[in-house]
């Protein structure tokens, strides 16, 4: 497994630079690891990377999204002594914020090292020892000792920061770690799907699209509908596992290494969004897993969603679902996923796309 394609392309995608509202280094991977698999390619306004495998009936698309960001951070002020202040981009878990290795990316695309730091537990009270030292009271520490120093370093206020972290395969087993694996999984999954179907004749028309701003609001919906048209869209994300200490399995019944989720509903009640999937999209994916053997769970999940929100309101409405990635450690810099779930995920993927006759 080391060597396959697969955990290549992952690896590739996890580790590069790409912060919501940031994504060009990432998108430029992608771009690479493309190469030779589609017919056309293009990017819109807001920076989706689209990219097209004709099939015998040119007008008949389907389309595939998985986001190129991950979540982090941005500069909003500079300290006289050189700390650097921040705020969040996406949904953080404060606790996970103090004592990280990060990296700023500045408007010349140069990056620059540092490291988060907060008030010493030898100094802290009773009372602060209760408390999640919050992400505003944090600071990154670039090594200066005055503002000037580090604007000299080409930093400024509104520049991204992202997790300075490699991923890597735990102890040569299945399980991969690293600091973007929610969603760079699924666009390594878009990625080895066109590389299985290079060369084949297909039914349909097949736009993969590596996706931005989805960690924000999941902006990247309605312009990628509009902009293709397509008969369905399946958002390729990941998903919570139940199978850790602490999270209750019936509330996160994913488990690792039991297949990817076949999504059912997702619903955030804090922003009155979700998608009830239609069981014509959901019928036609498990139709293939069964045809084919996949292994795949039922999914059904309170609390966050998928590029998929917005396509069933976009002008005409559309059909549209989601194959999701179990993952633990979810917006976390130790993301991590079972390289069987990413090996069935594929397998589904490219089977629809080859069974696919119309929902």
Not at 305 to 318: E, S
Request: charged letters at 25%; glycine letters at 12%.
């Amino acid at each position: 497994m080391k060597d396959s394609s697969l955990l290549k392309s992952l690896y590739n995608l996890d580790n590069a630079f790409g912060v919501s509202g940031e994504e060009t280094e990432v998108a430029g991977v992608l771009f690479k690891e493309m190469e030779g698999l589609y017919d056309e390619h293009f990017e819109d306004a807001m920076g989706n990377q689209y990219f097209v495998r004709y099939g015998k009936d040119k007008e008949r698309k389907i389309l595939f999204s998985a986001h190129m960001d991950e979540i982090g951070f941005i500069i909003n002020y500079i300290e006289d002594n050189g700390l650097i202040r921040f705020l969040p981009v996406g949904y953080h878990d404060d606790r996970n914020a103090v004592n990280q290795d990060m990296i700023v990316m500045t408007d010349s695309g140069k990056k620059v090292m540092g490291v988060t730091g907060a008030k010493p537990a030898h100094i802290m009270t009773a009372e602060d020892h209760e408390k999640v030292q919050k992400i505003e009271d944090l600071f990154l520490d670039v090594g200066t000792t005055s503002r000037e120093e580090t604007l000299a370093l080409g930093i400024n206020m509104g520049d991204y920061i992202g997790f300075a972290r490699e991923g890597y395969v735990l102890n040569g087993g299945k399980y991969y770690t690293g600091k973007a694996v929610d969603d760079r999984s699924a666009c390594a999954v878009m990625v080895e799907v066109l590389k299985r179907l290079k060369g084949e004749d297909i039914g349909p028309t097949v736009v993969m699209v590596g996706s931005v701003q989805e960690e924000v609001g999941l902006r990247a919906g309605v312009p990628i509908m509009n902009n293709i048209d397509p008969e369905v869209m399946i958002a390729l994300d990941v998903t919570l596992t139940g199978d850790t200490p602490g999270v209750p399995i019936e509330k996160c019944s994913q488990k690792m290494g039991d297949g990817p989720g076949v999504k059912y509903y997702d619903w955030d009640p804090d922003r009155a969004m979700g998608n009830n999937v239609s069981r014509k999209v959901t019928r036609a994916i498990i139709k293939t897993a069964e045809k084919h053997g996949i292994p795949f769970q039922r999914e059904v999940f309170i609390g966050g969603g998928t590029d998929a929100w917005q396509a069933p309101m976009v002008g005409k409405g559309y059909l549209a679902g989601g194959i999701c990635i179990p993952q633990r450690y979810m917006h976390t810099a130790v993301g991590t996923i079972h390289m069987d779930d990413l090996e069935n995920t594929v397998k589904l993927t490219e089977h629809f796309i080859r069974d696919y006759k119309g929902l």
